[in-house]
């Protein structure tokens, strides 16, 4: 009974401790609610649904942001380069970077439709600092996709650095195209085309589904 | 058939041009890969994109999933060979037991009911087959109509399409080429949304689709848990990731490019 009881006392107290911590959720707590929370908004949102593209933006912005680390992306993405960089070069890749990959992302979610995630357990030590969050999204007739998440704890909670779609890196991917565009047009030569691919999608959004 | 007997000749070119200025080292046809990669989007823009986007469109979601489903099953055999010839027998036994469900209780394939009953589908071929059993990649290679590929996949695929494809055995013969029309049109339409993103996501898009393919390649062949890479802020992929605490050293193909012959 004793035990039972500790037990309990003992359950509770990480409990409140941990919503004491509010940003201390763990990594893969915190995946699953908001990739639970952003597939609610976008399902049931008619606007979303029917395409309006600036509430989807919106809505990442506001739910999905805060939980990357943009400056951990985009220097990974610029391998070696990062260094050379000033920091006012520095600043705008992110700033560049980091639109480019909203609009991506929005783009992926556009796509989404009624697939199930399976949220996998989390394999990791209590002190790790780096961890990856296993999900899969299940289709039937396919093999289940995996989104990983290359998580990274900061002061401010749990950040995303990296995601892998089925195995494919994001930052990896853009390591290559981001270095052979260094090397031939030199760093501002980068920032000019990420501007331009970026404002293009002002100027035409390409077509939605439906 | 025809197909394997060029091979020698993509052979051929591959060592021919092998030795071109500073770009990618897996990529040394780059030139000749951009060119066939230009026009495999000048035919994708003209005929399949507006085809499979006008399936999409016309047919229910519902029809396309069980199009989908029923071809999904036929490959499901196939599939499982390659476990087995990977040394995967619980795989290959799984898989093999998918197409009889499916075909079975979910109707010539059309449901997919093993998967309902938490039999996955794998993915496998024989390019995946090779790379398991140590060949190495080759140069990456962009294959008219067929798109990204590398010197061994190529081998593979020719081997997947001539050996384990069941529609090849679909007779009388016109209905195995609308079959194979129809495959393709789902297959594409399916894609239309990845293409979609790849043109939003990629500042090149010859280089974001090869990078994506080599990865997604050495993805499948570890069975989605190849060494992982460390996390370095310096440069390339080019340092080996040997530290890893390796869980199954036995089963990993050699190194990389185990020069494809």
Not at chain 1, 63 to 76: C, E, K, Q
């Amino acid at each position: 009974m004793k035990t039972i009881l500790s037990g309990l006392l003992g359950g509770l107290a990480s409990v409140l401790l941990a919503s004491a911590h509010g940003q201390e959720l763990a990594p893969d707590v915190l995946v699953k609610n908001v990739t639970t929370e952003v597939v609610e908004l976008i399902t049931k949102d008619k606007e979303i649904a029917s395409g309006n593209r600036a509430k989807l933006i919106q809505v990442i912005e506001a739910r999905v942001l805060p939980h990357f680390n943009f400056g951990s992306m985009t220097a990974l993405a610029m391998g070696q380069s990062w260094n050379k960089a000033t920091p006012e070069q520095k600043k705008r890749l992110t700033e560049e970077f980091k639109t480019l990959l909203v609009r991506t992302y929005a783009s992926a979610l556009a796509a989404y439709s009624q697939q199930r995630f399976d949220f996998r357990p989390l394999r990791a030590r209590p002190t790790d600092t780096d961890v990856t969050v296993n999900v899969r999204v299940i289709q039937s007739g396919a093999q289940p996709v995996p989104i990983d998440y290359s998580m990274e704890k900061t002061a401010s909670g749990w950040k995303v650095y990296d995601v892998m779609v089925g195995g494919v890196s994001l930052v990896a991917n853009y390591r290559t195209e981001f270095s052979a565009t260094v090397r031939e047009v030199g760093i501002d030569g980068l920032i000019k085309n990420l501007q331009a691919k970026n404002r293009s999608f002002d100027a035409a959004p390409p077509a939605e589904k439906k | 058939m025809r197909f394997l007997r060029s091979l020698p000749v993509v052979a051929l070119l591959a060592a021919g041009c092998a030795a071109t200025g500073e770009g990618d080292p897996r990529d040394p046809l780059e030139p000749m890969n951009r060119a066939v990669f230009r026009f495999n989007d000048a035919v994708d823009e003209a005929v399949a994109k507006p085809v499979a986007t006008a399936y999409r469109d016309v047919l229910h979601e519902e029809i396309r999933n069980r199009v989908r489903n029923f071809f999904s099953n036929l490959g499901d055999p196939w599939i499982g060979a390659n476990d087995v010839l990977q040394g995967k027998f619980f795989d290959g036994f799984e898989s093999g037991m998918r197409f009889v469900f499916n075909s079975t209780i979910g109707l010539f394939g059309l449901h997919d009911v093993a998967s309902d009953m938490g039999i996955e589908k794998r993915n496998e071929d024989f390019g995946q087959t090779l790379g398991r059993w140590g060949l190495g990649e080759g140069p990456y290679l962009v294959l008219p109509f067929l798109s990204s590929s590398t010197l061994r996949d190529t081998a593979g695929w020719g081997v997947d399409f001539t050996f384990g494809d069941p529609v090849g055995e679909f007779r009388p013969i016109n209905l195995r080429n609308s079959a194979y029309l129809l495959r393709l049109v789902n297959t594409r339409a399916e894609l239309l949304d990845a293409s979609r993103i790849l043109e939003q996501a990629a500042l090149d898009k010859y280089v974001f689709q090869r990078d994506a393919y080599l990865q997604r390649r050495r993805n499948l062949v570890y069975d989605g848990s190849p060494p992982r890479e460390p996390r370095s802020r310096d440069e390339e992929p080019a340092e080996e990731p040997a530290k890893e605490p390796a869980k199954e050293p036995a089963k990993e193909p050699a190194k990389e490019p185990a020069k494809a012959q």
